[in-house]
């Protein structure tokens, strides 16, 4: 059994490069979730696909954000001229939907991004 | 504005107590609410939901308890364990399966 996957765990960048993360989801789980944590703050909601397509973006996903979820299975997210306050811990979840029963998302170890 | 809070930063609890935790909510239109739990460098783990239907579930040593015309939820743990010490976060939603509104946290230390 396994869960969602991220990679890598942890990035150390400086400013001004691109950066880019990526997500396995639960292999049967048709909907994808990015969410962003900070220090002492619960997670917050960026943006989430249903299979390949992708259906809302937060207002916190800026023009330097894009995700990707090209063939409806694993996801990317690239941040362009990272600043600082990119620094965070990004968190993929996947569910399914559609089914007659409630679904929960599950969320992957995260990816800890540092902006020096 | 926060949709979602948890007003209590943290709690300490002798093991074999209760814990209760809370969270209240300010949108009324929320109909699926969820408790999470996190460790240290880890994601956050599912630990058990509710839906606005009911004002109760039990999962083992876990209730959630809803009380939609005050919006608040709580969640008991009895007996507490240290195992359980982490930080608690109550989610929101208005569909099973979409975006999450989560509160800030509550860090639970259970004392042996």
């Known amino acids: 059994d396994t869960g969602v996957s991220q990679d890598p765990r942890h990035k150390i960048t400086k400013r001004g490069q691109n950066v880019t993360f990526r997500c396995d989801p639960i292999?049967?789980?048709?909907?994808l979730y990015w969410y962003r944590q900070t220090l002492g703050q619960g997670p917050e909601f960026l943006t989430y696909?249903?299979?390949?397509?992708?259906?809302?973006k937060s207002r916190l996903l800026s023009d330097r954000f894009s995700a990707e979820r090209p063939k409806g299975s694993f996801s990317t997210l690239e941040i362009q001229r990272t600043e600082q306050g990119d620094s965070a811990m990004y968190l993929c979840?996947?569910?399914?939907?559609?089914?007659?029963?409630?679904?929960?998302?599950?969320f992957g170890p995260g990816t800890r991004l540092t902006v020096l | 504005d926060q949709q979602v809070k948890q007003n209590s930063p943290s709690l300490s609890v002798q093991e074999g107590r209760i814990s209760i935790l809370n969270c209240d909510y300010t949108?009324?239109?929320?109909?699926?609410f969820l408790w999470y739990k996190k460790y240290p460098a880890e994601g956050p783990t599912f630990l058990i939901s509710?839906?606005?239907?009911?004002d109760k579930n039990e999962d083992g040593r876990f209730t959630v308890f809803l009380n939609k015309s005050a919006k608040h939820l709580s969640l008991h743990i009895v007996p507490s364990q240290p195992g359980d010490s982490a930080v608690y976060f109550c989610?929101?939603?208005?569909?099973?399966?979409?975006?999450?509104?989560f509160g800030s946290g509550t860090r639970l230390l259970v004392r042996p």
């Open positions: 989610a929101v939603t208005m569909d099973s399966s979409y975006k999450l509104i």
């Open positions: 696909f249903q299979n390949e397509a992708q259906l809302e």
């Open positions: 509710i839906s606005s239907i009911k």
């Open positions: 979840a996947s569910s399914t939907w559609g089914l007659a029963t409630s679904d929960t998302q599950y």
């Open positions: 292999s049967e789980h048709n909907r």
């Open positions: 949108n009324s239109m929320f109909d699926y």
